[in-house]
């Protein structure tokens, strides 16, 4: 099978962000398949720019071949800056996609949603089957988190959404709490299927603790509860800050963010203003590195800003927290918190509470043998459910049967 697969913000193995489309092209090349990523250039990619007159540039990555679209995108981007980088992704992906041949079928993977649009049409003109996967309910997520408002720029959202699901043969979910919400909204339960993101079981397989890291950042001999990744507003971090708040009396604990973002310098300023000096913010660093790095530390941190509702998401960091052996903490209701009291991992903090944030923290760093016991309970499930060689394997099982019904229906027509 030759597999067109298209992600805006795609990460290689040498990048520092959430690389799980990098993980599953390698495995289904590995086990015979062609694919064929088409990208743009994200911030935490691990991929090289290019001059800006240049529209395309082909790399081979670990068998898979990368069609990079010249689109940078950063998070601290402004809203106008970024809407112009989905719409210019999505005119370029659509010519790289059009332009590729011998294709078997088409899988794109959200969001922005505006990755819809090169995926249906080359599907369309190519004649060949189209697989949609949502990493986010957009707009609904958006007007939820109130990034966006009522009214045309949601209806603007609302459309590539409806384009996005209609005539894909299946529809994934990397989430439950995504399956639920549509089957609510009444999809056809046949047409979904929920894959988790999950994480590379072999890059956590032999994990060594960089106490070295620790000691370089003043860390050495504290309970360090991190947080890893993306420091933007839709992640509320703000919340970690006040828990630090809480915890001034606690010397021997310290709450690390790694990662950087548009919040990034308005939380140092705060937690600098207020004091605090048991809270660090440390740079991104590449995911081959990260994974040692946290099995160092002791409590993984879930946080994302307010909302009304639960939340539908199970972001790539909880997959690796559980893969490292160290407990999570959720401080937001929904599928996440369900999932970390389903299998063990961790515990729920009263939805952004920062002060039961701070409890919870404060409870696993005086809890160090159940800690313990817990992470080595989350890494056995992770390791068992939720590595993503037996992801790319479901997932190549999933294209094949949609290719061969595709193929059954084209055999039957008149």
Avoid at 16 to 43: A, K, Q, T
Avoid at 208 to 229: C, F, Q, S
Wanted: net charge neutral; proline share 5%; charged share 25%.
């Amino acid at each position: 099978m030759r597999l067109l697969y298209i992600h805006q913000h795609f990460v290689s193995g040498d990048g520092f962000g959430p690389n799980r489309s990098y993980d599953v092209s390698r495995h289904l090349v590995n086990m015979g398949h062609e694919v064929v990523m088409v990208c743009g250039i994200y911030w935490q990619s691990g991929l090289e720019e290019m001059p800006w007159w240049r529209w395309f540039r082909t790399d081979w990555i670990d068998g898979i071949k990368v069609v990079v679209c010249n689109v940078p995108y950063h998070n601290k981007m402004g809203i106008p800056a970024r809407m112009w980088a989905f719409f210019k992704y999505m005119i370029l992906a659509t010519i790289a996609a059009v332009r590729e041949r011998g294709i078997d079928l088409f899988f794109v993977t959200s969001t922005p949603t505006t990755v819809a649009v090169p995926g249906r049409i080359a599907a369309t003109l190519k004649r060949r089957p189209y697989i949609f996967e949502v990493r986010d309910l957009w707009p609904e997520d958006l007007l939820a988190a109130e990034r966006i408002k009522p009214g045309l720029q949601y209806k603007v959202w609302e459309w590539l959404e409806k384009f996005g699901y209609g005539k894909a043969r299946k529809i994934l979910l990397v989430s439950k709490g995504f399956h639920d919400r549509l089957l609510e909204r009444g999809f056809p339960p046949e047409m979904l299927e929920t894959i988790v993101l999950g994480a590379d079981g072999a890059l956590f397989a032999e994990l060594k603790p960089n106490h070295e890291y620790l000691r370089h950042h003043g860390l050495e001999g504290k309970t360090i509860a991190v947080y890893a990744g993306s420091v933007s507003d839709a992640n509320g971090l703000y919340q970690v800050v006040d828990a630090a708040e809480h915890l001034r009396d606690r010397p021997d604990i310290a709450l690390v963010i790694i990662g950087d973002g548009k919040s990034r310098a308005g939380l140092q300023a705060g937690a600098a203003e207020r004091g605090l000096t048991n809270v660090y913010f440390l740079d991104p660093i590449p995911k081959r590195e990260l994974v040692h790095v946290l099995a160092a530390c002791h409590v993984g941190l879930m946080v994302l800003k307010p909302i009304k509702r639960p939340r539908w998401v199970t972001p790539n960091k909880i997959f690796d927290y559980m893969f490292t052996g160290i407990p999570s903490v959720v401080n937001y209701a929904g599928t996440t918190a369900e999932l970390v009291e389903q299998f063990g991992a961790g515990s729920a903090a009263e939805p952004h509470s920062a002060e039961d944030l701070a409890a919870k923290i404060a409870y696993w760093a005086d809890h160090p043998a159940e800690r313990e016991a817990v992470g080595r309970q989350a890494r056995e499930m992770a390791m068992a459910k939720f590595d993503r060689e037996v992801i790319a394997r479901r997932l190549a099982e999933v294209f094949e049967e949609c290719l061969e019904e595709w193929r059954e229906e084209r055999r039957l027509q008149p």
